[in-house]
């Protein structure tokens, strides 16, 4: 279960009990259970159905915070603007980007920014938006977790976006074995030669805090980690 979310005056939402920078309790936001719900459905919006709630995305998957506000209240009648904002700034992949809240935080000499601002899903869509190309470094070694029933195909065909515009890599092996964990109780992890496609002019872009994403990594780059 994540952590609850709190909000201090000073320093603004953190997770836990007390606020990392100065130790203070803080106001209460949102329990840890509604924090993975509101989550999941603000993740879901903006990857995968964004009609379905009430939005409409730019070609770059941007969308008025204000109205993914009203979407989330209409969902949840316990979600309002504080609890979006919380689970936004918060969360710990860094799935989500919001524009215009540090302009408005330093105008107005205080740390309420309610609506403003855009906001859209930092990386996993399955709806068509074109997301441009950071500068951030890339390790030389990725890593994906996946169900060792896959391994066969990932052998054969490497590693396609299936569902969504782009194949997900993860920094580390643990990131990785968590992911595989979605898909079965053994994950097994492939190690990316992300250097050699590189050089190569494959791009590979990192996405969030520690996501990162390509078109494709043919077999030649994938090598199978042994756990023995």
């Not at 506000?69 to 209409?74: F, L, N, R």
């Not at 309002?80 to 904002?85: G, P, T």
């Not at 896959?150 to 092996?173: C, F, K, W, Y």
């Amino acid at each position: 279960m994540p952590d609850p979310i709190r909000r201090c005056p000073d320093h603004g939402f953190f997770e836990g009990t007390a606020c990392p920078t100065c130790d203070v309790a803080g106001v209460h936001v949102l329990g840890g259970k509604r924090r993975r719900q509101l989550s999941k459905y603000v993740s879901g919006a903006l990857r995968h159905f964004p009609d379905d709630a009430g939005l409409e995305l730019d070609s770059s998957g941007w969308t008025p915070f204000a109205a993914l506000v009203d979407a989330v209240e209409k969902q949840y009648d316990w979600a309002d603007a504080d609890a979006l904002a919380g689970v936004v700034t918060t969360d710990p992949k860094g799935r989500f980007e919001r524009t215009g809240v540090e302009e408005t935080a330093t105008a107005s000499g205080t740390g309420d920014v309610d609506k403003v601002g855009r906001i859209r899903a930092a990386y996993g869509h399955s709806v068509d938006v074109s997301l441009e190309a950071t500068d951030a470094p890339v390790p030389e070694t990725l890593y994906h977790g996946t169900a060792p029933r896959n391994v066969a195909a990932i052998r054969e065909d490497g590693l396609r976006p299936m569902s969504r515009q782009t194949v997900h890599l993860s920094g580390t092996v643990a990131e990785a074995e968590a992911v595989g964990r979605r898909h079965a109780d053994d994950p097994v992890v492939f190690a990316v030669d992300a250097a050699a496609m590189g050089e190569d002019g494959r791009r590979v872009v990192k996405r969030g805090t520690g996501t990162y994403t390509t078109d494709r990594v043919p077999p030649r780059y994938l090598t199978l980690l042994d756990d023995s």
